[in-house]
T-cell receptor, first 112, second 111 residues
Framework: DAGVIQSPRHEVTEMGQEVTLRCKPI?????LFWYRQTMMRGLELLIYFNNNVPIDDSGMPEDRFSAKMPNASFSTLKIQPSEPRDSAVYFC??????????FGQGTRLTVV | SQQGEEDPQALSIQEGENATMNCSYK?????LQWYRQNSGRGLVHLILIRSNEREKHSGRLRVTLDTSKKSSSLLITASRAADTASYFC???????????FGKGTRLHILP
C-alpha cells in the first residue's frame, strides 16, 4: 500500500481564494482525520470521519472550513474564502478502529 | 483542545545517552500512542499502549503508562543522531475515537 496520499504537497494562494486539499486514505481503514499544524497551536484535530460519516467537526475553526468524504477512498478539506491566518501544514491520517494512525506527508498551505 | 502535554518541550543529549520524555493527560483513556515527526514530514507511529497495560517495548523504545497518575513516559535507549525529531504523545479516550495530540518534545541528539 502506498500509504496515505495527500495533494497538493504545497499550495500558495491569495487571500480570498478557495483552497481544496485532498486525501486518499489507506484502503480498509475506517477512520479518517484532518489535522492542522502550526508552531503556535501545535497539531489540532479539525474533523474526523468514521465509515465516511463526519463524527466530530468541533475543531473546524470557522464556517469557511468544510470537509467531505464522498467515499471510502477520498476526502477533501475546503477553505473558502482563505485568509493569511489559515497558513499551516494540513495533515490527513487514517486508521483502523482505535489503532495507530497513518499520516500523509501533509499539505503546506501559504495564504498571501 | 489538547489532551496530552509533553515534558520537556525540548531536550538535547549526547549520542549514546538515553532520552526520556513524559506525557500527562487529563481524562480516562482507551489507549495512548507515541509518534515521531522529522522536520517537514508527516508523523510516524512508534508504539501504542492500552489502558490495561503498564509497559511496552519496541526495539530501543520503552513506554510506560501509569493510569493512576494519568501519565506516560517514552524512553529511547542508546540514542543515535537519526533519533533527532519531535516526539508526540496522543490519546484515544473511552468517550470517542478522536486521536488528540500534545504539543510534542523536540529531541536533539548531539554528535
Amino acid at each position: 500500500d502506498a500509504g496515505v496520499i495527500q495533494s497538493p504537497r504545497h499550495e500558495v494562494t491569495e487571500m480570498g481564494q478557495e483552497v481544496t486539499l485532498r486525501c486518499k486514505p489507506i484502503s480498509g481503514h475506517d477512520y479518517l482525520f484532518w489535522y492542522r499544524q502550526t508552531m503556535m497551536r501545535g497539531l489540532e484535530l479539525l474533523i474526523y470521519f468514521n465509515n465516511n460519516v463526519p463524527i466530530d467537526d468541533s475543531g473546524m475553526p470557522e464556517d469557511r472550513f468544510s470537509a467531505k468524504m464522498p467515499n471510502a477512498s477520498f476526502s477533501t478539506l475546503k477553505i473558502q474564502p482563505s485568509e493569511p491566518r489559515d497558513s499551516a501544514v494540513y495533515f490527513c491520517a487514517s486508521s483502523h478502529g482505535q489503532g495507530k494512525a497513518f499520516f500523509g506527508q501533509g499539505t503546506r498551505l501559504t495564504v498571501v | 483542545s489538547q489532551q496530552g502535554e509533553e515534558d520537556p518541550q525540548a531536550l538535547s543529549i549526547q549520542e549514546g545517552e538515553n532520552a526520556t520524555m513524559n506525557c500527562s493527560y487529563k481524562t480516562s483513556i482507551n489507549n495512548l500512542q507515541w509518534y515521531r515527526q522529522n522536520s517537514g514530514r508527516g508523523l510516524v507511529h512508534l508504539i501504542l499502549i492500552r489502558s490495561n497495560e503498564r509497559e511496552k517495548h519496541s526495539g530501543r523504545l520503552r513506554v510506560t503508562l501509569d493510569t493512576s497518575k494519568k501519565s506516560s513516559s517514552l524512553l529511547i535507549t542508546a540514542s543515535r543522531a537519526a533519533d533527532t525529531a519531535s516526539y508526540f504523545c496522543a490519546t484515544v479516550t473511552n468517550r470517542d475515537d478522536k486521536i488528540i495530540f500534545g504539543k510534542g518534545t523536540r529531541l536533539h541528539i548531539l554528535p
